[in-house]
């Protein structure tokens, strides 16, 4: 009899077996929640961060009703330049600061003209010309003094590289 109360009592090894794969499971469903829980984590402080750069030109806009200056993006520029030996790419983000908001209009309206200008300008010069601090200054004044010629000067008050690749 004392065989048969030892034998009730012990379990058999498949049991074990089974709870060690429960237990495994679980754990893996609690690694997968984690895990999407971060990711939704992130996804909501990118949707912020999204909607905080969707703020940011309403701010420029109202700062600009203020008197504060904003700036105008223009499309990035692919050109070929020369570098002594080959041509090169220079990809180029320009963006203008405009003396007032009521300028943008103007902007718009010329601005084939606009890109043309400055597309002459970037072609006209050599990777030597541009390669240093010195020169990229240089290729900004020529920027500016080339769309002052396309819209009134005073208009346009600063140029911005946002995006300066030769490749």
């Known amino acids: ?8 009592t012990e ?7 089974t709870l060690f794969i429960i237990i495994g499971a679980v754990v893996a ?17 990118k949707a912020k961060k999204d909607g905080e750069e969707a ?24 050109v070929n330049i020369y570098d002594g030996q080959e041509l090169r790419y220079l990809k180029i983000k320009v963006d203008l ?3 007032n908001a009521a300028v ?11 890109r043309d200008a400055i597309i002459v300008v970037l072609t006209s010069k050599t990777l030597q010309d ?3 601090v010195q020169g990229k200054n240089q290729l900004r004044d020529d ?22 690749v030769v490749q």
């Open 1 to 8: 009899m004392a065989k048969e109360d030892q034998a009730g």
């Open 11 to 17: 379990e058999p090894a498949g049991s074990k077996k």
């Open 29 to 45: 469903a609690l690694l997968v929640i984690v895990v999407v829980v971060m990711m939704m984590g992130k996804g909501d402080k």
């Open 55 to 78: 703020a940011k030109p309403q701010a420029t806009a109202e700062g600009a009703a203020a008197g504060v200056s904003t700036s105008y993006s223009l499309e990035p520029f692919i």
């Open 97 to 99: 600061e405009m003396a």
């Open 104 to 114: 943008k209009p103007d902007l718009d309206a010329n601005l084939a003209a606009i």
């Open 130 to 132: 541009i390669q240093d």
């Open 143 to 164: 920027i500016l003094n080339a769309v002052s010629k396309v819209v009134a000067q005073g208009k346009v008050t600063k140029v911005y590289f946002t995006d300066f």
